[in-house]
């Protein structure tokens, strides 16, 4: 079992940044792809920025130039790093842990509200 919490999110001005954090219960980095993904009301979950297990980075195109996912192996912590933060980014923020073998199985955090508004 793999426990995930997300921290970090809150009320920013558009412009703004904020930076999320996903914390294991234990060290996964080199059997997982960690995800950040989204929910806006109303609408489905979306990928936003995913890092495997070997350090290979992928962003949703609506993030890219804005948004950066680092991790820190000896904190078992990725990050999210959101700059320029518009209202369109309104969502809870949910970490994802993929197993890269289908036996370790995927996990979800519990999410963190993020808006943007005046």
């Known amino acids: 079992q793999v426990q995930l919490v997300e921290s970090g999110g809150g009320l920013v001005q558009p412009g703004g940044s904020l930076r999320l954090s996903c914390a294991s219960s234990?060290?996964?980095?080199?059997?997982?792809?960690m995800g950040w993904y989204r929910q806006a009301p109303g609408k489905q979950r979306e990928l936003v920025a995913v890092?495997?297990?070997?350090?290979?980075?992928n962003y949703a195109d609506f993030v890219k130039g804005r948004f950066s996912i680092s991790r820190d192996n000896a904190k078992n912590t990725v990050y999210l790093q959101m700059n320029s933060l518009k209202p369109e980014d309104t969502a809870v923020y949910y970490c994802?842990?993929?197993?890269?073998?289908?036996?370790?199985?995927?996990?979800w955090g519990q999410g963190t509200q993020v808006t943007v508004s005046s």
């Open positions: 234990r060290s996964i980095f080199s059997s997982y792809v």
């Open positions: 994802n842990a993929a197993g890269i073998i289908a036996s370790l199985g995927s996990y």
């Open positions: 890092i495997t297990s070997v350090g290979r980075i």
